[in-house]
């Protein structure tokens, strides 16, 4: 069975406090790894895909990569704005199997 | 460009009234998608929508669910005789609907608030 796990639940930052937040997944002919990020109250916002091991893709102060198991999302010099929750997803053909997500809140 | 959009944003009922939440995707998109988020949980899958059929329905809870989508396009999710426990948040998606390769980006909308009294 697709397994996608997230760590930690949550992580409490100060502006300017660089971090990394870890999806491990376990998912038979992985199609895509996806983070999107989820305000209260809203549905989730795209951020990135990633399709193969040593892949790398950033916006803004985010930058993900993936491995053969994990996918890692780094926050750099985070800012009050970047508090949400940030949820995974590995692809198995048009399935999505999302983690739980971790909570990132960014104090000034 | 115009994105998913569900309606109602919130709806209430009493347990054992039926409900219909509405689902309109991003045009051209082929591909649609029903979750449901329960408070503290992650996302869990509900169905899939190619076109007008649906493949994959295994996600549904139970019988008292149903999908059906129409003209390639709208998508309704009934719930007959709510249950407290079908209180959540009900996301739609949707996506290009490439059938092969690399996994479809799925566009979110911003979801239905059901609350059963």
């Known amino acids: 069975e697709d397994q996608v796990t997230q760590s930690p639940e949550a992580l409490r930052l100060q502006e300017g406090e660089s971090s990394s937040l870890n999806c491990s997944y376990t998912v038979s002919g992985l199609r895509g790894l996806f983070w999107y990020r989820q305000d209260p109250g809203k549905g989730p916002e795209f951020l990135f895909t990633l399709y193969s091991a040593g892949e790398e893709k950033e916006k803004e102060r985010l930058k993900a990569t993936l491995t053969k198991k994990e996918s890692f999302l780094h926050i750099t010099a985070p800012k009050p704005e970047d508090s949400a929750t940030y949820l995974c997803?590995?692809?198995?053909?048009?399935?999505?199997?999302f983690g739980a997500g971790t909570t990132v809140t960014v104090r000034a | 460009g115009a994105g998913v959009s569900q309606s109602p944003s919130n709806k209430v009922t009493e347990k054992g009234k039926d409900v219909e939440l509405r689902c309109d995707p991003i045009?051209?998109?082929?591909?649609l998608y029903w979750y449901r988020q329960s408070l503290g949980q992650g996302l869990e899958f509900l169905i899939y929508f190619q076109g007008n059929s649906a493949p994959d329905k295994s996600g549904l809870p139970s019988d008292r669910f149903s999908a059906e989508r129409t003209g390639g396009s709208v998508s309704t999710l009934t719930i007959q005789r709510t249950q407290q426990e079908d209180s959540a948040v009900y996301l739609c998606?949707?996506?290009?609907?490439?059938?092969?390769?690399?996994?479809?980006?799925?566009?979110f909308g911003p979801g239905t608030r059901l609350t059963v009294l």
């Open positions: 997803a590995a692809a198995n053909d048009y399935k999505l199997s």
């Open positions: 045009s051209g998109h082929t591909a």
């Open positions: 998606a949707s996506s290009l609907g490439r059938t092969s390769g690399a996994g479809d980006t799925q566009y």
